[in-house]
Protein backbone atom coordinates (compact mmCIF):
# COMPACT_ATOMS: atom_id res chain seq x y z
CA UNK A 1 0.00 0.00 0.00
CA UNK A 2 1.30 3.53 -0.69
CA UNK A 3 1.53 5.61 2.45
CA UNK A 4 3.20 8.66 3.12
CA UNK A 5 6.76 7.43 4.07
CA UNK A 6 10.12 8.13 2.22
CA UNK A 7 9.17 7.11 -1.14
CA UNK A 8 6.10 9.21 -1.49
CA UNK A 9 7.88 12.13 0.24
CA UNK A 10 10.74 11.74 -2.23
CA UNK A 11 8.94 11.83 -4.96
CA UNK A 12 6.83 14.52 -4.12
CA UNK A 13 10.07 16.30 -3.66
CA UNK A 14 11.39 15.46 -6.38
CA UNK A 15 8.54 16.84 -8.46
CA UNK A 16 9.00 20.01 -6.49
CA UNK A 17 12.63 20.33 -7.67
CA UNK A 18 11.72 19.89 -11.28
CA UNK A 19 8.77 22.45 -11.26
CA UNK A 20 11.27 24.90 -9.38
CA UNK A 21 13.26 24.51 -12.62
CA UNK A 22 11.38 24.96 -15.35
CA UNK A 23 10.66 28.33 -16.88
CA UNK A 24 7.81 30.12 -16.13
CA UNK A 25 4.68 29.87 -18.34
CA UNK A 26 4.96 32.39 -21.14
CA UNK A 27 1.50 33.75 -21.67
CA UNK A 28 1.85 37.12 -20.33
CA UNK A 29 -1.29 38.94 -19.51
CA UNK A 30 -3.59 35.86 -19.62
CA UNK A 31 -6.41 35.97 -17.11
CA UNK A 32 -6.39 34.05 -14.24
CA UNK A 33 -7.51 30.24 -14.85
CA UNK A 34 -10.97 29.03 -13.20
CA UNK A 35 -11.03 26.49 -10.92
CA UNK A 36 -14.11 23.94 -10.43
CA UNK A 37 -13.82 21.21 -8.23
CA UNK A 38 -16.29 17.88 -8.32
CA UNK A 39 -16.34 15.98 -4.84
CA UNK A 40 -16.98 12.34 -5.13
CA UNK A 41 -20.01 11.15 -5.21
CA UNK A 42 -20.06 7.69 -3.22
CA UNK A 43 -21.54 6.56 0.18
CA UNK A 44 -24.99 8.49 -1.13
CA UNK A 45 -23.07 11.76 -1.49
CA UNK A 46 -21.79 11.82 1.77
CA UNK A 47 -18.95 14.43 0.87
CA UNK A 48 -20.85 17.05 -1.03
CA UNK A 49 -23.26 17.16 2.02
CA UNK A 50 -20.45 17.46 4.63
CA UNK A 51 -19.00 20.54 2.58
CA UNK A 52 -22.22 22.05 3.60
CA UNK A 53 -22.51 20.37 6.83
CA UNK A 54 -18.91 21.51 8.45
CA UNK A 55 -18.07 24.86 6.33
CA UNK A 56 -15.06 25.51 8.82
CA UNK A 57 -13.45 22.65 7.77
CA UNK A 58 -12.89 23.81 4.27
CA UNK A 59 -12.78 27.57 4.66
CA UNK A 60 -9.11 28.39 2.94
CA UNK A 61 -10.04 25.66 0.18
CA UNK A 62 -13.33 27.29 -0.63
CA UNK A 63 -11.34 30.59 -0.67
CA UNK A 64 -9.58 29.24 -3.89
CA UNK A 65 -12.43 27.67 -5.73
CA UNK A 66 -14.53 29.35 -8.43
CA UNK A 67 -17.04 26.56 -9.04
CA UNK A 68 -18.51 23.49 -7.20
CA UNK A 69 -20.10 20.97 -9.52
CA UNK A 70 -21.95 17.91 -9.09
CA UNK A 71 -23.39 15.03 -11.60
CA UNK A 72 -27.13 16.33 -12.23
CA UNK A 73 -28.76 12.99 -11.57
CA UNK A 74 -26.81 12.55 -8.12
CA UNK A 75 -28.18 15.82 -6.86
CA UNK A 76 -31.80 14.35 -8.36
CA UNK A 77 -31.30 11.38 -6.10
CA UNK A 78 -29.62 12.11 -3.37
CA UNK A 79 -30.64 14.77 -1.66
CA UNK A 80 -34.18 16.51 -0.55
CA UNK A 81 -35.36 19.78 -1.63
CA UNK A 82 -34.96 20.92 1.88
CA UNK A 83 -31.41 19.94 1.96
CA UNK A 84 -30.87 21.32 -1.52
CA UNK A 85 -32.71 24.91 -0.82
CA UNK A 86 -30.53 25.05 2.57
CA UNK A 87 -27.53 24.71 0.54
CA UNK A 88 -28.10 26.68 -1.94
CA UNK A 89 -28.43 29.31 0.21
CA UNK A 90 -24.59 28.67 1.28
CA UNK A 91 -23.44 28.57 -1.90
CA UNK A 92 -24.65 32.05 -2.63
CA UNK A 93 -23.50 33.60 0.32
CA UNK A 94 -20.23 32.29 -0.16
CA UNK A 95 -20.30 33.32 -3.69
CA UNK A 96 -19.78 30.30 -5.29
CA UNK A 97 -20.99 29.30 -9.18
CA UNK A 98 -22.68 26.24 -9.20
CA UNK A 99 -22.27 24.22 -12.00
CA UNK A 100 -23.31 20.26 -13.26
CA UNK A 101 -22.14 17.37 -15.07
CA UNK A 102 -24.63 16.32 -17.75
CA UNK A 103 -25.35 13.53 -20.25
CA UNK A 104 -26.29 14.64 -23.82
CA UNK A 105 -26.12 11.60 -25.65
CA UNK A 106 -26.54 8.57 -23.70
CA UNK A 107 -27.44 5.11 -24.10
CA UNK A 108 -31.06 5.63 -21.85
CA UNK A 109 -31.03 8.70 -23.95
CA UNK A 110 -30.09 8.75 -27.54
CA UNK A 111 -30.93 11.84 -28.48
CA UNK A 112 -30.23 15.69 -27.62
CA UNK A 113 -34.59 16.03 -27.62
CA UNK A 114 -34.45 12.99 -24.92
CA UNK A 115 -31.35 13.67 -22.70
CA UNK A 116 -32.76 17.24 -22.34
CA UNK A 117 -36.68 16.22 -21.56
CA UNK A 118 -35.08 13.55 -18.94
CA UNK A 119 -32.94 16.95 -17.43
CA UNK A 120 -34.76 19.93 -17.48
CA UNK A 121 -37.23 19.29 -14.72
CA UNK A 122 -34.19 18.77 -12.24
CA UNK A 123 -33.32 21.88 -13.58
CA UNK A 124 -36.30 23.61 -12.82
CA UNK A 125 -36.28 22.24 -9.55
CA UNK A 126 -32.79 23.51 -8.93
CA UNK A 127 -33.70 26.83 -9.93
CA UNK A 128 -37.29 26.73 -7.98
CA UNK A 129 -34.84 26.17 -4.81
CA UNK A 130 -33.07 28.98 -5.60
CA UNK A 131 -30.31 27.47 -7.57
CA UNK A 132 -28.37 30.07 -10.19
CA UNK A 133 -27.06 27.41 -12.56
CA UNK A 134 -23.81 28.68 -14.46
CA UNK A 135 -22.75 25.64 -16.53
CA UNK A 136 -23.25 22.45 -17.51
CA UNK A 137 -20.89 20.14 -19.07
CA UNK A 138 -21.82 17.39 -21.38
CA UNK A 139 -20.43 13.70 -20.25
CA UNK A 140 -18.62 12.94 -23.28
CA UNK A 141 -21.52 12.26 -25.99
CA UNK A 142 -18.47 11.18 -28.92
CA UNK A 143 -17.13 8.64 -27.15
CA UNK A 144 -20.96 7.60 -26.04
CA UNK A 145 -22.01 7.33 -29.41
CA UNK A 146 -18.77 5.67 -30.59
CA UNK A 147 -18.44 3.08 -27.78
CA UNK A 148 -21.92 2.72 -26.70
CA UNK A 149 -24.74 3.08 -28.90
CA UNK A 150 -22.84 2.93 -32.01
CA UNK A 151 -23.25 5.42 -34.22
CA UNK A 152 -21.89 7.15 -36.53
CA UNK A 153 -19.36 10.82 -35.65
CA UNK A 154 -21.99 12.85 -37.96
CA UNK A 155 -24.81 11.42 -35.72
CA UNK A 156 -22.96 12.77 -32.51
CA UNK A 157 -22.43 16.03 -34.33
CA UNK A 158 -25.98 16.42 -35.59
CA UNK A 159 -27.65 14.85 -31.99
CA UNK A 160 -24.69 17.35 -29.35
CA UNK A 161 -25.98 20.50 -31.36
CA UNK A 162 -29.69 20.00 -31.14
CA UNK A 163 -29.13 19.46 -27.66
CA UNK A 164 -26.78 22.20 -27.06
CA UNK A 165 -29.62 24.26 -29.11
CA UNK A 166 -32.25 22.80 -26.65
CA UNK A 167 -30.09 24.11 -23.61
CA UNK A 168 -29.21 27.58 -25.13
CA UNK A 169 -33.48 28.20 -25.75
CA UNK A 170 -34.54 27.44 -22.37
CA UNK A 171 -31.50 28.46 -20.10
CA UNK A 172 -29.77 30.83 -22.39
CA UNK A 173 -27.69 32.33 -19.01
CA UNK A 174 -25.69 29.01 -18.88
CA UNK A 175 -22.36 28.16 -20.00
CA UNK A 176 -22.02 24.80 -21.79
CA UNK A 177 -19.04 22.67 -22.49
CA UNK A 178 -18.24 19.66 -23.87
CA UNK A 179 -16.10 16.49 -21.84
CA UNK A 180 -14.31 14.31 -24.14
CA UNK A 181 -11.15 11.38 -23.62
CA UNK A 182 -7.92 11.43 -24.36
CA UNK A 183 -5.81 9.25 -25.39
CA UNK A 184 -8.76 6.78 -26.58
CA UNK A 185 -10.23 9.61 -28.88
CA UNK A 186 -6.89 11.02 -30.99
CA UNK A 187 -5.61 14.73 -31.05
CA UNK A 188 -6.77 14.66 -34.62
CA UNK A 189 -10.26 13.38 -34.05
CA UNK A 190 -10.49 16.15 -30.95
CA UNK A 191 -9.48 19.11 -33.36
CA UNK A 192 -11.85 17.29 -35.70
CA UNK A 193 -14.74 17.11 -33.71
CA UNK A 194 -14.66 20.81 -32.55
CA UNK A 195 -14.52 22.01 -36.05
CA UNK A 196 -17.50 20.19 -36.84
CA UNK A 197 -19.66 21.02 -34.01
CA UNK A 198 -19.05 24.44 -33.59
CA UNK A 199 -19.61 24.34 -37.45
CA UNK A 200 -23.27 22.95 -36.97
CA UNK A 201 -24.13 25.09 -34.39
CA UNK A 202 -23.47 28.01 -36.62
CA UNK A 203 -25.62 26.77 -39.12
CA UNK A 204 -27.95 26.48 -36.42
CA UNK A 205 -27.61 30.10 -35.51
CA UNK A 206 -26.95 28.58 -31.97
CA UNK A 207 -24.02 29.74 -29.96
CA UNK A 208 -21.11 27.75 -30.02
CA UNK A 209 -19.40 25.35 -26.90
CA UNK A 210 -18.19 28.33 -24.06
CA UNK A 211 -15.44 25.49 -23.03
CA UNK A 212 -13.49 22.30 -24.14
CA UNK A 213 -12.60 19.65 -21.35
CA UNK A 214 -10.34 17.18 -22.00
CA UNK A 215 -10.55 13.38 -19.14
CA UNK A 216 -7.14 12.30 -19.79
CA UNK A 217 -6.31 8.72 -18.74
CA UNK A 218 -2.49 9.81 -18.48
CA UNK A 219 -1.37 6.49 -16.78
CA UNK A 220 -1.98 5.27 -20.19
CA UNK A 221 1.19 7.03 -21.75
CA UNK A 222 3.42 4.56 -19.37
CA UNK A 223 0.81 1.46 -19.27
CA UNK A 224 -0.28 1.23 -23.03
CA UNK A 225 2.27 3.83 -24.97
CA UNK A 226 -0.37 5.84 -25.94
CA UNK A 227 -0.57 9.55 -26.15
CA UNK A 228 1.83 12.26 -24.83
CA UNK A 229 1.33 15.34 -22.56
CA UNK A 230 2.73 17.40 -25.52
CA UNK A 231 -0.65 16.14 -27.30
CA UNK A 232 -2.48 18.07 -24.59
CA UNK A 233 -0.85 21.08 -25.12
CA UNK A 234 -1.34 20.85 -28.42
CA UNK A 235 -4.67 20.59 -28.17
CA UNK A 236 -4.79 23.37 -25.69
CA UNK A 237 -3.18 24.97 -28.41
CA UNK A 238 -5.92 24.73 -30.63
CA UNK A 239 -8.34 25.43 -28.42
CA UNK A 240 -6.58 28.83 -27.68
CA UNK A 241 -6.35 29.50 -31.67
CA UNK A 242 -10.08 29.43 -31.17
CA UNK A 243 -10.56 31.45 -28.86
CA UNK A 244 -12.28 28.35 -26.88
CA UNK A 245 -11.36 28.05 -23.45
CA UNK A 246 -9.46 24.64 -22.86
CA UNK A 247 -10.60 22.69 -19.74
CA UNK A 248 -8.43 19.89 -17.96
CA UNK A 249 -9.51 17.48 -15.46
CA UNK A 250 -7.16 16.42 -12.67
CA UNK A 251 -7.37 12.84 -11.07
CA UNK A 252 -5.73 9.95 -10.28
CA UNK A 253 -5.50 7.95 -13.55
CA UNK A 254 -3.51 4.90 -12.07
CA UNK A 255 -5.79 4.22 -8.87
CA UNK A 256 -8.20 1.92 -10.46
CA UNK A 257 -5.89 -0.11 -11.68
CA UNK A 258 -3.92 0.51 -8.36
CA UNK A 259 -6.82 -0.82 -6.74
CA UNK A 260 -7.05 -3.62 -8.69
CA UNK A 261 -3.51 -4.77 -7.33
CA UNK A 262 -4.54 -3.42 -4.07
CA UNK A 263 -1.57 -0.70 -4.21
CA UNK A 264 -4.01 1.86 -3.68
CA UNK A 265 -5.27 3.90 -0.58
CA UNK A 266 -6.28 7.70 0.11
CA UNK A 267 -2.27 8.72 -0.69
CA UNK A 268 -2.84 7.55 -4.19
CA UNK A 269 -5.61 10.07 -4.89
CA UNK A 270 -3.01 12.72 -3.34
CA UNK A 271 0.28 11.86 -5.80
CA UNK A 272 -1.61 11.11 -8.69
CA UNK A 273 -3.14 14.53 -8.84
CA UNK A 274 -0.11 16.44 -7.67
CA UNK A 275 1.75 14.05 -10.28
CA UNK A 276 -0.56 15.43 -13.30
CA UNK A 277 0.05 18.72 -12.10
CA UNK A 278 3.75 18.82 -12.25
CA UNK A 279 3.69 16.86 -15.53
CA UNK A 280 1.87 19.13 -17.59
CA UNK A 281 3.17 22.27 -15.63
CA UNK A 282 6.76 20.66 -17.05
CA UNK A 283 5.54 21.36 -20.69
CA UNK A 284 4.27 24.83 -20.11
CA UNK A 285 0.06 23.53 -20.09
CA UNK A 286 -2.03 25.74 -18.12
CA UNK A 287 -5.70 25.51 -18.79
CA UNK A 288 -8.22 28.14 -18.57
CA UNK A 289 -10.18 25.96 -16.08
CA UNK A 290 -8.54 23.58 -13.66
CA UNK A 291 -10.86 20.72 -12.83
CA UNK A 292 -10.20 18.43 -9.62
CA UNK A 293 -12.50 15.82 -9.57
CA UNK A 294 -13.20 12.49 -8.53
CA UNK A 295 -15.47 9.68 -9.85
CA UNK A 296 -13.42 6.98 -8.82
CA UNK A 297 -14.81 6.23 -4.89
CA UNK A 298 -11.33 8.25 -3.79
CA UNK A 299 -10.67 9.61 -1.11
CA UNK A 300 -12.50 7.69 1.30
CA UNK A 301 -12.92 11.43 2.99
CA UNK A 302 -13.60 14.78 1.97
CA UNK A 303 -12.54 16.76 5.29
CA UNK A 304 -11.02 18.22 6.75
CA UNK A 305 -8.75 20.53 4.60
CA UNK A 306 -5.87 20.11 6.99
CA UNK A 307 -5.97 16.19 7.02
CA UNK A 308 -4.21 13.91 5.31
CA UNK A 309 -4.80 13.13 1.66
CA UNK A 310 -9.00 14.13 1.97
CA UNK A 311 -10.59 15.26 -1.00
CA UNK A 312 -10.21 19.05 0.06
CA UNK A 313 -6.84 18.98 0.91
CA UNK A 314 -5.74 17.56 -2.55
CA UNK A 315 -7.81 20.68 -3.95
CA UNK A 316 -6.48 23.20 -1.39
CA UNK A 317 -2.39 22.03 -2.25
CA UNK A 318 -2.73 21.78 -5.89
CA UNK A 319 -4.41 25.11 -6.36
CA UNK A 320 -1.96 26.80 -4.08
CA UNK A 321 0.82 24.92 -6.33
CA UNK A 322 -0.17 25.26 -9.70
CA UNK A 323 -3.80 26.87 -10.35
CA UNK A 324 -2.38 30.23 -8.47
CA UNK A 325 1.08 30.40 -10.33
CA UNK A 326 1.80 33.45 -12.42
CA UNK A 327 1.31 32.87 -15.70
Sequence with gaps: MLTCGAGVVAALACGILLFAATPA?????????????????????????????????????????????????????????????????QLNAWKLKFAMEVGAIK?????GEKCFSVEKPNWDRLQNLGASLHAIAMDEPLLCCRLHIKKPDD????????????VRRHFPQMQIGDIETYPSIPLADHVWWIEALQKKLAEMNVRGLDFYRLDVNWVNFTAQGLGSWR???????????????????????????????????DSTWYVGIMQQGYDYALIDGRP?????????????????????FTFTRSVRDFVRKFARQNP
Aim: aromatic fraction near 12%; hydrophobic fraction near 35%.
Design 107 to 111: PWGQT
Design 25 to 89: HAQGGAARPEVWMGPPGQDNGRCFRELFEKPDEWKETRSLVDVLFYADHNLKRQFTDDELRKWIG
Design 155 to 166: YAVQETANYIAL
Design 288 to 308: DQFVIESWVKAPSRCLPETGE
Design 231 to 265: EVRKLELECRKRKLPFSLIYWASGLPAGQRKGLAD
